[in-house]
């Protein structure tokens, strides 16, 4: 599933990573992996606290541009391209804008999909919780609701 993540990613990653000219070309893999980790550890920063409902919720929704967790993944994202390839906070900000909203509603999107099994939600959120358990009762539940 991550390696899909990462795919996902850098298939939407045209005008924000590699045509950026703030970030060299050396930089591009690795930036997008920042993009991708950010969005893993955003995703299981809620479950971990408890917001499992609020995950099944933004992904059974269509209207995630205003949701707080696209905004939390987007300044994750800002201030690793600050941090660690110095790109000043306005353009890391920019970037994170472009890339992360298209790539979560890409991925809103491929869990709804009967195809792309490996982004089905329950499948998904098992892999982010380290198969530690299997979560399809509590995501029926939580789907019904």
């Known amino acids: 599933m991550f390696e899909k993540l990462f795919l996902l990613v850098k298939n939407n990653a045209g005008t924000a990573v590699i045509n950026n000219p703030l970030i060299p070309a050396k930089h591009h893999n690795a930036v997008m992996i920042e993009a991708s980790s950010s969005i893993i550890e955003?995703?299981?920063?809620?479950?971990?606290n408890g917001k499992l409902k609020e995950l099944v919720k933004y992904f059974q929704s269509s209207g995630i541009y205003n949701n707080s967790l696209v905004s939390s993944?987007?300044?994750?994202?800002?201030?690793?391209?600050?941090?660690?390839?110095?790109?000043?906070?306005?353009?890391?900000?920019?970037?994170?804008?472009?890339?992360?909203?298209?790539?979560?509603?890409?991925?809103?999107?491929?869990?709804?999909?009967?195809?792309?099994?490996?982004?089905?939600?329950?499948?998904?959120?098992?892999?982010?919780?380290?198969?530690?358990?299997?979560?399809?009762?509590?995501?029926?539940?939580?789907?019904?609701?």
């Open 73 to 145: 993944i987007v300044n994750r994202f800002a201030n690793r391209l600050n941090t660690f390839y110095h790109i000043d906070p306005v353009h890391s900000l920019e970037t994170a804008k472009l890339l992360i909203p298209t790539v979560m509603q890409e991925l809103v999107k491929a869990s709804k999909s009967e195809q792309i099994k490996e982004f089905g939600l329950t499948n998904m959120l098992t892999k982010l919780n380290g198969n530690r358990a299997d979560l399809s009762l509590l995501l029926n539940n939580l789907m019904v609701a």
């Open 42 to 48: 955003v995703l299981k920063g809620h479950m971990e």
